[in-house]
T-cell receptor, first 120, second 112 residues
Framework: GAVVSQHPSRVICKSGTSVKIECRSL??????MFWYRQFPKQSLMLMAT?????????EQGVEKDKFLINHASLTLSTLTVTSAHPEDSSFYIC????????????????FGPGTRLTVL | DQQVKQNSPSLSVQEGRISILNCDYT??????FLWYKKYPAEGPTFLIS?????DKNEDGRFTVFLNKSAKHLSLHIVPSQPGDSAVYFC???????????FGSGTQLTVLP
């Protein structure tokens, strides 16, 4: 259990276009999902926290108008990189928080496989 | 400023021996700590966690030790296997939001 998928796994786009990345929790409901980005050989940096049915909370320095997050259901959150530029090229990873009593990994985050974005 | 630090970017260990990965933190509000394993171009995989009310948690070959007074935790892998070769991240969380703050990772290489 506790599987999180991301789509697409890899995307190449031209500068100025928008790219949407989907994050799904496949076998559990996730009221909270997180979006991270990782630069080569660096740590995962939290971009925003996404709560189902409400606006996302962005970390300092992350432009909310550039990185649009929608968490429309308990199993799906989307990240849209608007007007992408080469500096947005990165590895984007989502995670979903599994909540509930009696679970082995109560309140753990389970990560998707990531999406490699390359902006030309 | 980095609230979670992994000072060793890499570690090499012989197969069958113990691997010890270290992590230090500065924020005394952290109350839950986790270790993740990550392969290139994949998302992190949860390994083991520990609450701040404990000082040790064991799961198979993996044991996490927490020293709150030193703000230090470590992950022990015994015995190490070549398949354990990956980047290991420690992470810490606090508060109801349970956001994770990650260290910079340690590349473990287990030599056959």
């Amino acid at each position: 259990g506790a599987v999180v998928s991301q789509h697409p796994s890899r995307v190449i786009c031209k500068s100025g276009t928008s790219v949407k990345i989907e994050c799904r929790s496949l076998d559990f409901q996730a009221t909270t999902m997180f979006w991270y980005r990782q630069f080569p050989k660096q740590s995962l940096m939290l971009m925003a926290t996404s709560n189902e049915g409400s606006k996302a909370t962005y970390e300092q320095g992350v432009e909310k108008d550039k990185f649009l997050i929608n968490h429309a259901s308990l199993t799906l959150s989307t990240l849209t990189v608007t007007s992408a530029h080469p500096e947005d090229s990165s590895f984007y990873i989502c995670s979903a928080r599994q909540t509930g009593l009696g679970l082995r990994h109560y309140n753990e985050q389970f990560f998707g496989p990531g999406t490699r974005l390359t902006v030309l | 400023d980095q609230q979670v630090k992994q000072n060793s970017p890499s570690l090499s260990v012989q197969e069958g021996r113990i691997s010890i990965l270290n992590c230090d933190y500065t924020n005394s509000m952290f109350d839950y700590f986790l270790w993740y394993k990550k392969y290139p171009a994949e998302g992190p995989t949860f390994l083991i966690s520990i609450s701040s009310i404990k000082d040790k948690n064991e799961d198979g070959r993996f044991t996490v030790f927490l020293n709150k007074s030193a703000k230090h935790l470590s992950l022990h892998i015994v015995p190490s296997q070549p398949g354990d070769s990956a980047v290991y991240f420690c992470a810490a969380s606090s508060g109801s939001a349970r956001q994770l703050t990650f260290g910079s990772g340690t590349q473990l290489t287990v030599l056959p």
